[in-house]
């Protein structure tokens, strides 16, 4: 007698790259946390007569870090726009070759914008510069939060990048087809 569920296929372990992506999707995560609780907290200030100063400057610093923080999940995971209909359109061959092309560009952009925000935070360190606001902190601690968030996108990228190079199927791809398989056929067009 057959089992009434098909059986889940096997995953592969997680490697130390997904357990870092995990980590920085997690604090991503815990930064939109902090804006709401910052936000209520600020809200209530209002009422009470309570100054809460700089909260507006947390909130900007917190939605920025957790926007780049989740970059390289987000990839990962096929959250981030590509040229799919156009893939889907051709043969294995081109698409391969569409793939690394497009890749090659992502990793480039990539690269240069964890290089760009990186030393632009290293500059603010340098010259100790701080923030204008009503809190005033050195500008590198906000600032790295983007540059390892950069970093990690450059990362799963040159994953990404490297497996399609050794001819297999991207993370990303594979996460499309496991929704396409569950029935999930929410970001189809």
């Given at each position: 007698?057959?089992?009434?569920?098909?059986?889940?296929?096997?995953?592969p372990p997680k490697r130390?790259?997904?357990?870092?992506?995990?980590?920085?999707?997690?604090?991503?995560?815990?930064?939109i946390l902090a804006v709401c609780i910052v936000m209520i907290a600020m809200s209530i200030s209002r009422e009470t007569q309570i100054v809460l100063k700089g909260g507006d400057d947390i909130v900007s610093w917190l939605c920025?870090?957790?926007a780049f923080l989740v970059l390289g999940q987000t990839f990962q995971h096929g959250g981030i726009v590509r040229v799919e209909m156009l893939l889907e359109?051709?043969?294995?061959?081109?698409?391969w070759v569409l793939e690394i092309l497009s890749l090659s560009i992502c990793l480039v952009f990539a690269g240069y914008a964890a290089w760009a925000l990186g030393t632009f935070a290293w500059q603010s360190w340098d010259i100790g510069d701080?923030?204008?606001?009503?809190?005033?902190i050195p500008l590198w601690i906000p600032q790295s939060f983007a540059v390892v968030g950069a970093l990690g996108f450059l990362l799963a990228v040159a994953d990404e990048w490297l497996r399609v190079v050794r001819?297999?199927?991207?993370r990303y791809q594979l996460a499309q087809e496991a929704k396409l398989a569950s029935g999930d056929f929410g970001e189809t067009v």
């Open positions: 007698m057959s089992a009434p569920y098909p059986a889940k296929p096997v995953e130390w790259l997904d357990h870092l992506l995990d980590l920085f999707a997690a604090l991503g995560a815990l930064c920025a870090a957790s359109a051709v043969g294995p061959k081109r698409r701080v923030s204008q606001g009503q809190i005033v001819h297999q199927k991207p």
